[in-house]
């Protein structure tokens, strides 16, 4: 009885497991059969950024010479598409699909800028550190760096500091522009009063901003800071203010 009970058992799941496969099978056929109604593009962080619209990304795709509209569902195609919305300046990521209607969609993510640098250049610094170009049609509430700024200046050791003030709420709710007028001489505009931060150089800024949080919190409390024009951080264990 327990070997009959087996063997049917045994049976079952395999003619189950050939049923699924032979399903598999047969719907991925039918679905390379298919021909695709609709490109859809779906851009999932619209809400939080917009530097590109549906429309557009399906333009730019259908002007590189894709347009699946028509033809057959394929893999390879879902790939192309894939690839050419990826170099659409504004894409960051991009996944394509087949839904069981005929529709091919891609979802995109837009690049996130992290810093702008404005000056004899303009243009945004990615969270990836890659350069992004500006557009006039949409803002980005990001730190602005004006002055000599280079694209490596901008791209490594500016990045990082940005990415330390920004982690920072003191600092980030102080701080409203960056100036670099030297690679020595960083100045930070803060955003209430007229006095001018001298970071100096980059090296160690993580302690010259500590003592002058201290004197924020503890001195100026007390007697003010706003007819200062300038707060100098660049001598050791000073904080000068003019």
Not at 48 to 54: E, N, V
Not at 127 to 150: C, E, F, K, L, W
Not at 164 to 180: K, M, N, R, S, Y
Request: with cysteine; proline share 3%; net charge positive.
């Amino acid at each position: 009885m327990e070997l009959w009970k087996k063997i049917i058992w045994g049976t079952v799941l395999a003619l189950a497991g050939g049923y699924l496969v032979f399903s598999l099978l047969f719907f991925r056929t039918k679905r390379q059969e298919q021909t695709c109604r609709h490109l859809r593009v779906e851009i999932t962080d619209r809400k939080s950024r917009q530097f590109a619209t549906d429309e557009e990304i399906r333009q730019f795709i259908v002007r590189q010479g894709i347009n699946p509209e028509g033809s057959a569902i394929s893999e390879q195609r879902c790939h192309q598409i894939e690839e050419a919305a990826l170099q659409h300046p504004m894409v960051r990521t991009a996944t394509c699909y087949p839904t069981p209607g005929g529709d091919i969609v891609v979802r995109l993510t837009q690049r996130e800028p992290k810093i702008r640098i404005m000056g004899a250049d303009n243009y945004y610094v990615d969270a990836d550190r890659r350069i992004m170009q500006v557009r006039s049609t949409t803002a980005a509430d990001v730190p602005i760096i004006t002055g000599h700024v280079s694209q490596r200046m901008a791209q490594e050791e500016l990045f990082d500091f940005c990415e330390w003030l920004e982690d920072d709420d003191f600092w980030t709710a102080q701080v409203e522009q960056i100036h670099v007028a030297g690679p020595s001489r960083i100045e930070l505009v803060p955003r209430v009063g007229s006095g001018i931060i001298i970071l100096g150089s980059l090296k160690e800024y993580e302690g010259k901003l500590r003592k002058l949080k201290v004197l924020y919190q503890k001195g100026f409390s007390r007697f003010g800071w706003k007819e200062y024009k300038e707060i100098d951080l660049r001598f050791k264990g000073q904080v000068v203010c003019r």
